[in-house]
């Protein structure tokens, strides 16, 4: 059974940091590209932030230099670091993994950034 389970959301100040982490099991872990996404009321899920299983990275413009995607395959983890929160980085975070047509997601964690 694979099981991605996010955790490391939670209320921050604008300016803050926060880091996320997605634990997988049931896969290679290895093997898999993997992701962050996130979705707000009303809006679509969109990308985040990606990582290769080779270790290459990919962040979506609005989060570049602010964001950073890695993972430790000892740990089967991903992880997303995340400074200078704003506003608009609020929403619900999502974990994916990716491998040939294998997709799974993990059940999101909220991330909410206010004063």
């Known amino acids: 059974q694979v099981q991605l389970v996010e955790s490391g959301g939670g209320l921050v100040q604008p300016g803050g940091s926060l880091r996320l982490s997605c634990a997988a099991s049931?896969?290679?872990?290895?093997?898999?590209?993997m992701g962050w996404y996130r979705q707000s009321p009303g809006k679509q899920r969109e990308l985040v932030a990606t990582?290769?299983?080779?270790?290459?990275?990919n962040h979506a413009d609005s989060v570049k230099g602010r964001f950073t995607i890695s993972r430790v395959n000892a740990k089967n983890t991903v992880y997303l670091q995340m400074n200078s929160l704003k506003s608009e980085d609020t929403a619900v975070y999502y974990c994916?993994?990716?491998?040939?047509?294998?997709?799974?997601w993990g059940q999101g964690t909220q991330v909410t950034v206010s004063s």
């Open positions: 049931g896969i290679i872990f290895s093997d898999y590209a």
């Open positions: 994916k993994a990716v491998w040939l047509s294998h997709i799974y």
């Open positions: 990582i290769t299983s080779g270790g290459s990275t």
